[in-house]
């Protein structure tokens, strides 16, 4: 199974930006896909940004023009670039793969359940 670990959280005032990063090891060869999702206490964690095994990118509309999700290495790292931040992006951040994967990026955004790896989170705190 893949071992996912994410890194760039931190705290931020509104309207600055941050850089996440998820380093991916033990990942099986093959279409994999992948996504950022966030988590606020007492809600349900929710996609942000996902590419598919071809390489289609996909947003949550609240954050479509303002965060940009890339990888690199041959799928060993993730990245999410964040600008613009405001309070409501304050959350715990979870980097996710899936493997053999033929969903397109916007379903992958939608099915967390589906997820077969993830990180360990990392927060990000946005002050108004």
């Known amino acids: 199974q893949a071992h996912l670990a994410e890194s760039g959280g931190g705290s931020v005032q509104a309207g600055g930006s941050l850089r996440l990063s998820c380093v991916i090891s033990g990942r099986n060869p093959g279409r994999t896909c992948m996504a950022w999702f966030r988590e606020v206490p007492g809600k349900e964690r929710e996609g942000v940004a996902a590419i598919d095994a071809d390489g289609n990118m996909a947003y949550a509309d609240s954050v479509k023009g303002r965060f940009t999700i890339s990888q690199e290495n041959a799928k060993t790292t993730l990245d999410l670039q964040m600008n613009d931040l405001t309070a409501e992006d304050t959350a715990t951040y979870y980097c996710?793969?899936?493997?053999?994967?033929?969903?397109?990026?916007?379903?992958?955004?939608?099915?967390?359940?589906?997820?077969?790896?993830w990180g360990q989170g990392t927060l990000v705190t946005v002050s108004a």
């Open positions: 996710a793969t899936r493997e053999t994967c033929l969903a397109p990026a916007w379903a992958v955004l939608k099915q967390s359940g589906r997820v077969a790896a």
